[in-house]
C-alpha cells in the first residue's frame, strides 16, 4: 500500500464551486504540505503544516485553504475554483528526524476547472 | 533568498548517451540538495541526496550527483541512458540552519531517443 496517498486522483469541476482534495500518510511523519504543479514552474508550496496545530501559508496560498484534521490527514480547499487553479497538486510528508527536510509525494491528484 | 536554477527545460539524449542535468542554486548558506525524478503520472520519489560528507553522491537506476561549492552547483549526471529514464527530473534546495523551507527547481524534463 502506498504511504501518501491522495483522493480524488482526477477531477473536473466548474468555476464557483468548491472542492476538497483529500490527503492521508501511513509514515507517521508531523509534517504535511500542499504544493501545486504548473508545467515550466516547478513546485510551489501552498501551505504547509508541522503538527495538527500548526498551519502555515505558503508562496502562494490565496484562493486556498486547508484543515490537519489528524498526525495522518492533511485536506486542500478551493473555495470557489477558478480555472487558473487547474493544475496537478501533490500532498507531501516528512519527518522531523533530519533538518535536511526529504519529502515523500502523494501521486497527485489532476485537477480541472472549466 | 535561495532559488534553484535548472538550466534547459527540455534535454534530449540517445539511448546509451551520457545524461547531463544542470541545477545551479543560491543559498546564503550550505544548503541541502536533492534530486527528484518523476514518473508520468506519478508523484515525485527521491532520486538522491546531499546532506554532509562525500560530495560526490550516488543515487538509484545509476544515477549521480556531485556538490560543487565554489560553482554553486549540483548537476546530475548518469553515464548510459537507459529508455525507461525518461522522466522529469527536479532540482531542490532546504537550507541547513533550522528552517524547513524546500525550494524547488521549474524541471527538466528528459528524452531518450531509441
Known amino acids: 500500500d502506498a504511504d501518501v496517498t491522495q483522493t480524488p486522483r482526477n477531477r473536473i469541476t466548474k468555476t464557483g464551486k468548491r472542492i476538497m482534495l483529500e490527503c492521508s500518510q501511513t509514515?507517521?511523519?508531523?509534517?504535511m504540505y500542499w504544493y501545486r504543479q504548473d508545467p515550466g514552474l516547478g513546485l510551489r508550496l501552498i501551505y504547509y503544516s508541522f503538527d495538527v496545530k500548526d498551519i502555515n501559508k505558503g508562496e502562494i496560498s490565496d484562493g486556498y485553504s486547508v484543515s490537519r484534521q489528524a498526525q495522518a490527514k492533511f485536506s486542500l480547499s478551493l473555495e470557489s475554483a477558478i480555472p487558473n487553479q487547474t493544475a496537478l497538486y501533490f500532498c507531501?510528508?516528512?519527518?522531523?528526524?533530519?533538518?535536511?527536510?526529504?519529502?515523500?509525494f502523494g501521486p497527485g491528484t489532476r485537477l480541472t476547472v472549466l | 533568498a535561495q532559488s534553484v536554477t535548472q538550466l534547459g527545460s527540455h534535454v534530449s539524449v540517445s539511448e546509451g548517451a551520457l545524461v547531463l542535468l544542470r541545477c545551479n542554486y543560491s543559498s546564503s548558506v550550505p544548503p541541502y540538495l536533492f534530486w527528484y525524478v518523476q514518473y508520468p503520472n506519478q508523484g515525485l520519489q527521491l532520486l538522491l541526496k546531499y546532506t554532509t560528507g562525500a560530495t560526490l553522491v550516488k543515487g538509484i537506476n545509476g544515477f549521480e550527483a556531485e556538490f560543487k561549492k565554489s560553482e554553486t552547483s549540483f548537476h546530475l549526471t548518469k553515464p548510459s541512458a537507459h529508455m525507461s529514464d525518461a522522466a522529469e527530473y527536479f532540482c531542490a534546495v532546504t537550507r541547513n540552519t533550522g528552517g524547513f523551507k524546500t525550494i524547488f527547481g521549474a524541471g527538466t524534463r528528459l528524452f531518450v531517443k531509441a
Open positions: 507531501a510528508t516528512s519527518d522531523t528526524t533530519h533538518s535536511y527536510n526529504e519529502q515523500f
Open positions: 509514515k507517521g511523519h508531523d509534517r
